[in-house]
């Protein structure tokens, strides 16, 4: 389901030190990628001014052409933790279900710098993503999970405060482990967009790595590019709306 604006408004009784008179919202991307002297694959910032964030959990993959593949590029660190932070991709299960181990699978480590990328590929057959780490063709221990063509993205941060250590952040807030009321992980969609990112990416996955209670939600501590993806609301919402219609059809039929 679509998160709004508002819901960092929200946010703020929960989490804001108590400040009721606060008010924050998601950065525009322009704001996201110009931060810490901003992105060298950044061309047109200007094509970026007001782009806001989709409200969305999951993407899709849209190249269903073999080999399917999705490439990420790491776009922005601009963190304390930019050495430690790890981000990856996770299966969509569920709204709130977590992913199990062997549904992650890891992009990008601490060792990561703008312009990494990393070319993502799915096998439709058996619903897994490989990312060839190391580049020897070989689908290797840890370079492989049971990853569909629905999926939403995770950060591994090496924060620690109120006694949670090394969070592990999802774009579905459901699954963060300081806050359900707010996103750490923001998808913004800018398919409809050229000429503004080397390599003309779907969306911009953006992250805070800073757990809630001494955030500056900047959200520009991991931010990547990904091609071939569009976002998704979850799918059980899909799901419902077109059982909602077919009874709809069922009752006028009848």
Request: glycine share 8%; with cysteine.
């Amino acid at each position: 389901m679509k998160r709004s604006i508002t819901m960092f408004t929200l946010f703020l009784s929960f989490v804001l030190s108590g400040n009721a008179s606060a008010c924050l919202t998601p950065p525009t991307l322009d704001n996201v990628l110009s931060d810490g002297g901003g992105s060298v694959l950044v061309t047109n910032m200007n094509l970026l001014t007001d782009v806001v964030e989709s409200g969305q959990n999951y993407v899709a993959l849209t190249d269903l052409t073999t080999p399917q593949t999705a490439v990420a590029t790491l776009l922005l660190e601009a963190a304390g933790y930019a050495n430690q932070n790890q981000l990856g991709i996770y299966n969509y299960n569920g709204d709130g279900v977590a992913p199990s181990s062997s549904e992650m699978l890891l992009l990008f480590n601490g060792s990561a710098t703008a312009p990494s990328s990393a070319t993502i590929q799915f096998d439709l057959n058996t619903g897994t993503a490989w990312y060839d780490h190391n580049s020897n063709g070989i689908q290797d221990v840890d370079e492989t999970a049971s990853v569909g063509t629905t999926f939403g993205f995770y950060l591994i941060s090496p924060d620690s405060a109120l006694g949670i250590s090394n969070p592990t952040f999802y774009t579905d807030s459901l699954l963060n482990p300081d806050t359900t009321a707010a996103p750490h992980g923001l998808i913004y969609d800018i398919r409809s967009i050229t000429g503004a990112i080397v390599g003309d990416p779907d969306v911009v996955v953006a992250f805070e790595d800073l757990l809630a209670c001494h955030s500056d939600w900047d959200f520009t501590d991991m931010v990547v590019g990904v091609t071939d993806v569009t976002p998704v609301p979850e799918p059980t919402t899909i799901a419902l709306l077109g059982f909602g219609s077919l009874t709809f059809l069922r009752k006028r039929r009848s």
